[in-house]
């Protein structure tokens, strides 16, 4: 059985996902809009807690949206966002996912967006490893924490909430 190294808890995840809400701001302030698509799963659900925060401290509308996305095979189905492709063109969209793993999942999501005439694209992510196999940047991190490629980051959002190494 493998053992959990607790990297965040509840009360510090709820600290740094404010922390990312108020960088968004400051990145953002002149946008009128703000779309932040979350990667299905954990990455949606992270990225709802961050537009509960955005909604506290910002004036700016801000639209939530889910990215679909086959996590096992990306290259082998395709991914879907839920919101008319065209409300991207000329937005700001913050691409959300709770940990970055390999970069694969966002590099999938990244392509589709880009098949639309975004303005600004930005990564925030809860979890950020620095060991990568895809040329992923996060431009707001909750932790960045250095693993080795056997290392795996899990994120549990829900009853109980923590970031673990496995």
């Known amino acids: 059985m493998k053992t959990k190294s607790i990297v965040l808890d509840r009360r510090q995840i709820e600290q740094k996902t404010e922390r990312i809400a108020f960088e968004i701001i400051e990145n953002t302030f002149e946008t009128p809009v703000i779309y932040v698509g979350g990667i299905s799963g954990n990455g949606f659900l992270f990225a709802e807690r961050?537009?509960?925060?955005?909604?506290?401290?910002?004036?700016?509308?801000?639209?939530?949206?889910?990215?679909?996305?086959?996590?096992?095979?990306?290259?082998?189905?395709?991914?879907?966002?839920?919101?008319?492709?065209?409300?991207?063109?000329?937005?700001?969209?913050?691409?959300?996912?709770d940990v970055i793993n390999s970069g694969r999942t966002l590099i999938y999501a990244v392509g589709k967006l880009m098949d639309h005439e975004v303005h600004v694209l930005k990564v925030a992510t809860l979890v950020n490893r620095?060991?990568?196999?895809?040329?992923?940047?996060?431009?707001?991190?909750?932790?960045?924490?250095?693993?080795?490629?056997?290392?795996?980051i899990m994120v549990s959002l829900g009853t109980e909430e923590m970031a673990y190494l496995e």
């Open 130 to 152: 620095t060991h990568r196999r895809y040329p992923v940047h996060a431009d707001f991190v909750g932790l960045n924490i250095a693993t080795t490629l056997k290392d795996n």
């Open 50 to 97: 961050l537009v509960k925060q955005l909604a506290k401290i910002t004036k700016q509308e801000v639209r939530l949206f889910e990215i679909t996305v086959n996590k096992d095979a990306p290259a082998k189905s395709s991914v879907s966002l839920s919101i008319e492709a065209k409300e991207l063109n000329g937005a700001t969209v913050i691409l959300v996912d």
